[in-house]
């Protein structure tokens, strides 16, 4: 197993770009299930869910070509079954379920894992997908479904969902009639997929609104589609020049959808500059306290959460962040407490009071967000620290090690 080592206390300068965004490239390769031809996606980054999702739609029969720049050919599609093995790691597998019944009339997926970071039920799509005419039973772990012809439905979702809204979007497509998601999920990603599935015909309108429409149509052309950057990266990269008093410029930075983030980011006191596809962040120990707040987009990511936290561990007074998406997601609270961090945790609330100095130390991820922020506090911290169980990383992060070390961080890859 592998392993991070930082020496930290450098401040990090310069220019760095970030990668395609993991969760618009999943969700617009398990679309290309949805026509037969030869599909053309680019701006992929190199990840290992990426690398999960590759091996899913080969299984199912899809024929795949390149990295960055993906060809992938779903003509000759001769399984409808993604197996326990392929979708136990990664929760964007359950993204094939929709296409495939839509195409097929009849799907078999494995209920999903991922990052155990709480609960993310799929009774959501099953409810959604059953409205639009689709039979479904769970058996022995498996979803199966069956359809003769999916057809258009008033869907009201409880709570915006990424997943269900893609799933719900994507089977719509060849639904007969009009399907319309109410409570639909705002994320720039659901943007993305949709103009991904405009590319191939797709008739939606609504998209980045809380009401979506989609008018079926009888057939889709293949997709032609370059992904859009991942704002979770660039934050992530933006806050790496924050924590170390740098100055660091993220290019291909998609600021139109970061504003909860570039917010906060200057009401702790960061100077940033942006402009249509680049952020410059500047930093010094003035760094002040805030309360933040997940919630869906457009309000603060909860992806982000615990990377702002490790950069609040460094501010002036006491800032409180509340999570309101997942449960267990202030896992990564015991390992930056071993780091010298001061955080107590009150139900759904992180209570940090920052400190004058992190301390190298050994620490350990417990998910993907978490390892982004361990590796950051080590980026500020004095002394050695090692980052295990990466793997985690791995799947979200392209090459972060050596886009951080461009910009000076003492850091590289062990192993244990």
């Known amino acids: 197993m592998e392993c991070i080592v930082i020496n930290g206390g450098r401040p990090l300068q310069g220019l760095v770009a970030a990668s395609g965004a993991k969760n618009s490239a999943l969700a617009v390769m398990a679309a290309t299930l949805l026509c037969s031809g030869e599909h053309r996606i680019s701006g992929v980054p ?12 080969e299984h199912l029969g899809v024929r795949i070509t390149g990295s960055a720049d993906l060809r ?10 993604a ?12 993204l094939v379920l929709g296409p495939l019944l839509a195409r097929f009339g009849n799907a078999r997926v494995s209920l999903p894992g991922g990052c155990a970071i709480g609960l993310r039920p799929v ?5 959604a997908l059953e409205a639009m005419g689709a039979h479904i039973s769970i058996e022995n772990g498996y979803v199966n479904a069956f359809c003769e012809r999916m057809r258009g439905a008033r869907i009201l979702f409880d709570m915006p969902t990424v997943g269900g809204t893609e799933n719900i979007m994507m089977a719509a497509c060849l639904a007969d009639g009009v399907t319309v998601i109410e409570n639909a999920a705002r994320e720039p990603e659901i943007i993305d997929l949709a103009a991904a599935l405009r590319s191939a015909g797709a008739l939606i309108t609504g998209d980045g609104t809380g009401t979506i429409t989609i008018e079926g149509v009888r057939q889709l052309a293949p997709i032609v589609h370059t992904v ?6 660039a934050g992530t990269l933006l806050i790496a020049g924050a924590i170390t008093e740098g100055d660091v410029t993220v290019e291909n930075c998609p600021v139109a959808y970061m504003g909860a983030t570039l917010e906060k980011l200057r009401d702790i006191g960061c100077i940033i500059d942006e402009s249509e596809n680049c952020a410059r962040i500047r930093a010094d120990r003035g760094l002040k306290p805030v309360e ?5 987009y457009p309000g603060f990511p909860t992806d982000m959460q615990a990377q702002l936290m490790s950069l609040l561990t460094l501010a002036g007074g006491t800032s409180l962040i509340r999570e309101t998406i997942f449960e267990n997601r202030f896992i990564h609270v015991a390992e930056l407490d071993r780091m010298g961090a001061r955080i107590r945790v009150e139900r759904d609330c992180a209570v940090v009071t920052g400190v004058e100095q992190l301390e190298g130390a050994r620490v350990m991820a417990s998910d993907l967000r978490a390892s982004a922020s361990l590796i950051l506090a080590g980026l500020a911290a004095r002394g050695t620290t090692v980052v295990s169980r990466i793997y985690h990383l791995d799947r979200g992060y392209e090459a972060l090690e050596e886009k951080l070390r461009r910009l000076g961080a003492d850091i590289r890859r062990e192993q244990e």
Not at 72 to 81: F, R
């Open 123 to 127: 009774d959501i799509h099953i409810k």
């Open 228 to 233: 859009m950057p991942d704002r979770i990266e």
């Open 83 to 94: 197996p326990y093995e392929l979708v136990k790691t990664m929760r964007a597998s359950f």
């Open 46 to 57: 190199e990840l290992c869910d990426i690398s999960t999702m590759k091996r899913l739609l």
């Open 72 to 81: 992938l050919d779903a003509t000759h599609i001769d399984i409808v079954d």
């Open 292 to 296: 933040v707040t997940t919630s869906p």
